[in-house]
Each structure stands twice: as C-alpha cells, then as structure tokens.
C-alpha cells in the first residue's frame, strides 16, 4: 500500500469471500467517506472509484496479539496490488 504497510493476500481473500462481513459494510459508505483521499493504482492509473473495495477484518489470533486491524482495503485486481487501507475502529 502506498505508506508501505502490507496485509496478507490469504486475509484480503478471505475478507472478501465473507459476504455478511461486505454486505454489513456497504461499498458506497466508504466510497462517501474515504474516496477523496483514495489513490489510483499506482501501476496502471486506475481511478480509486473503479478499484475493488473491501471490508477488511484480520483474524481473532491478531487481536489478541494486539496487532489486528479493520477498515478498507482498496486492491486493484488488475494489477494484483494493495493500494489504501483506511483502518475503522472495531466495537
């Protein structure tokens, strides 16, 4: 991502498949909230709003190790590459 920090692909896969997970976090609130400070896959150009965004939630055992995270991922699937993560917090 472009500040350098990096989540496993095994964690983006499996947050994505999480259909009640995405479907509890709509895609066009977070459009509305972080869009403006998306940036555009750095190795093709694509504009942040045509990226795929996705609710990320790394698993229980990086909570309890104080190092879990939550929030949107942007990834270009073109290019296979992690571009934003805007972190929410978790209640």
């Not at 709509?26 to 694509?46: D, F, G, H, Q, T």
């Not at 504009?47 to 965004?53: F, I």
Request: charged content about 25%.
């Amino acid at each position: 991502m472009h500040d350098g920090e990096h989540v496993s692909w095994e964690v983006v896969f499996s947050s994505r498949k999480d259909k009640g997970r995405q479907e509890h976090h709509p895609v066009k609130e977070a459009k509305n909230k972080y869009l403006r400070e998306a940036m555009p896959c750095p190795s093709c150009k694509r504009p942040a709003n045509q990226l795929s965004w996705i609710y990320l939630l790394t698993p229980e055992w990086t909570w309890q190790t104080l190092c879990g995270k939550a929030g949107w991922i942007t990834v270009c699937d073109q290019c296979k590459v992690q571009i934003d993560f805007f972190p929410e917090i978790v209640n």
